[in-house]
């Protein structure tokens, strides 16, 4: 049985993963408005992930016998400087939910609630991947630079890693 802390941490990640998924629809619009295919793909993929990862902690309070409630999200942020920055704060963003799964993970411990603390072990590597992918992709876009011109490059770097992302989500190692 899971204690009410954690069963309100849980929900309040819910609301986490929820805010994830809507920003990063919304960095989608902001990327498809402007023909930016490659990264629209990326992102409105990265927004079906979240909408996934917050619906895996649903059903786990569910099948735990606890309340699972939809979260109310806040609007996200709709207009962006530049393509750079929406990837930074996608990092940012990252970076806050994977603090967010290691305080559930301490808690986990701390009521020695085994259960939970296997089932957080999938957010844990999930975050670790994720990190890595959005900062590879800032290193690319640091790379290849941000003039106008070199738009057209980072969009098609991010179609080709879109591609893999859906290769490997086929193959079962995503
Ligand atoms: Fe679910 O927040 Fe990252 O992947």
Redesign the pocket.
Known sequence: MLSDKMVDALNEQIG??GY?SFSYLSMAGWFDNRSLKGCAAFMYRQSG??HG?MMKIFHYLLEMNANAISPAIQKPESEFKDVKSIFEESLA??QR?TKSINDLVELAIKESDHATYAFLQW?VI??RE?ENLIRTILDKINLIGEGSQSLYFIDKELEAINKAQVAAEQRGTK
């Open positions: 986490m993963e994830s992930e979240e990862h963003q990252e939910v957010y999930e975050q994720e």
